[in-house]
């Protein structure tokens, strides 16, 4: 089963996503279009992205794809910063890479295994921790509304 959420937090100006199971580029490309119609979507809030328990099933013209999709998008026009939380070297691979393509965007990255070293990253005070922690636990714990069809 895949899962993926977002989560738009105003008060830290951060979005978080969540991503379980295969995930395809077309997962991804829903979720963003979502986010860019979300009232409280900012083009200049930075990202946490979670892909600890996600198996990407996306190759190098996918990455090329996604960064044409966000030059063409509101996801660009405001320096940011994206942080990818990863768990497995496949994981850390794939946005690695992105990192190199979208040296063009105004987006700074980076890859992370501890989400205490993500939260640094996007320059949010470290006492955030214990909040944003229990966001992204209460996001792993529910199904949502991408759910793959059975």
């Known amino acids: 089963m895949k899962y993926i959420e ?3 937090l105003p008060k830290f100006e951060l979005i978080i996503e969540f991503y379980k199971g295969v995930i395809k580029l ?3 490309l829903n979720l963003k279009d979502d986010e860019l119609v979300n009232i409280d979507y900012s083009a200049r809030y930075n990202y946490i ?3 600890r328990l996600a198996d990407l099933e996306i190759d190098i013209n996918d990455v090329n794809e996604y960064v044409r999709f966000a030059e063409n998008n509101q996801l660009v026009g405001h320096k940011k910063r994206v942080a990818f939380l ?3 070297p496949k ?3 794939f946005l690695t890479l992105y990192h190199h393509l979208s040296s063009s965007l105004p987006i ?3 890859v992370f295994t501890q989400l205490e070293s993500a939260i640094d990253w996007v320059q949010l005070p470290i006492s955030n921790l214990e909040s944003i922690d229990l966001i992204l ?3 792993k714990d529910i ?3 991408y759910q793959e069809p059975k």
Do not use: L, P, V, W
Request: positive net charge; proline residues 0%; aromatic residues 12%.
């Open 6 to 8: 977002y989560r738009i």
């Open 26 to 28: 077309g997962d991804i």
């Open 49 to 51: 992205a979670d892909f």
């Open 86 to 88: 990863t768990h497995t």
């Open 91 to 93: 994981q850390a691979a």
């Open 108 to 110: 700074e990255t980076n």
């Open 137 to 139: 636990k209460s996001m």
């Open 143 to 145: 199904k949502f509304k």
